[in-house]
């Protein structure tokens, strides 16, 4: 049913990667949440009404809450697709993760406020009266919400968007809370045992605590996260099949929304080379990862001396030394300047941020070890924090 919905009401449905097509999944993600929260929304209140009963209620709030949902992210979509302009020269498109935010903290606050509500039932008790129509009501809900969470997962799957995974979630976690009332009215109905505020805690709590995840992943892109291990991965590889680049280095990656990814990164070519011929490579490189991968790649050009054997000869050493100390280290941009009575060792080292040694305690070690390979050697060292830690 939901490919025929995306057949039958999105133009161009084929297209999933353009901007102008993200805001048209999105826009009818939005309309179908509104729609269909509206109306359990509706039919859960008359059946709390008959039934007088709070976790039903809150169940039916619960919808609305839904519905606000649905339209920030439907806003948060047309937001998103506005193009660059003066003020915002990396586009909008993170008002997609602001909506996200949004449809989390109206969540959790509607949870806390069922949480109240129920315990105040708990110790005020009410009749509650389950009759037939608030049994076919909340297994009715429990179908759509199924439906819903189906169709979200559907869309966010073709466009990528954590927003609509976020919504997703939270329409499994309303079959959970609504399957919860059901139990909990037909224990009550056959058993006699008021459990009408028990199943009302919860329901609220259930909300409060997906709430309170989306709201940690919402914020995360908003932050500024870690590149995922595989796109890290990738970037690199590509990199480093071009001829005439001996390695890569200092990998930072800005993600500005979807489909809005700035990246800057150091590139490794020979110093013997002429330096228009590796800077041509340069700029076709950073011509294909826009054209074929859709990021914005800016390098910066490290030239490094290979045909000098005194100075290759030294750097193995180093890189033993390095690795001596430990295998998290790893090293870039090596040259050595020589003198006639010593000589200076400078590079870079990049280690994780959960790295065991202090920056300037592992600079003392890495001194005290080169000074081993030769006393008249002096480490001139820059530590450097690796941006790309990212998980799969």
Sequence with gaps: MTRLLIRLFIRNYQDTE??????????????????????????????????NSIAITADAVNNLSDSASSVITLVGFKMAAKPADRKHPFGHARFEYISGLAVSIVIFVVGVQFAQNSVAKIFHPEKTVFGLIPAVVLAVSILVKLWQGSFYRTVAGLIHSDTLLATAADSRSDVISTSAVLAGALITR?????????????????IMVTGYQLIRKASNPLLGEAPSAQLVKDIYGTIKNYDGILGAHDLAVHNYGPGRCFASVHCEVPAERDILVSHDIIDNIERDFLSKKGIHLVIHMDPIVTNDKRTNELKRQVTAVLQGLSPQISMHDFRVVWGPTHANLVFDVCVPYEFEMDDDVLKDKIAEAIRDINPHYFSVVTVDHDYTSGEE
């Design 190 to 206: 056959f058993t006699g045992y008021n459990l009408d505020g028990y199943m009302g805690v919860a329901v609220a709590l259930l």
């Design 18 to 51: 353009s901007i102008q097509s993200r805001e048209n999944y999105g826009k009818f993600s939005g309309i179908v949440g509104i729609v269909t929260n509206l109306f359990l929304f509706a039919i859960k209140i008359v059946a709390g009404t008959l039934s």
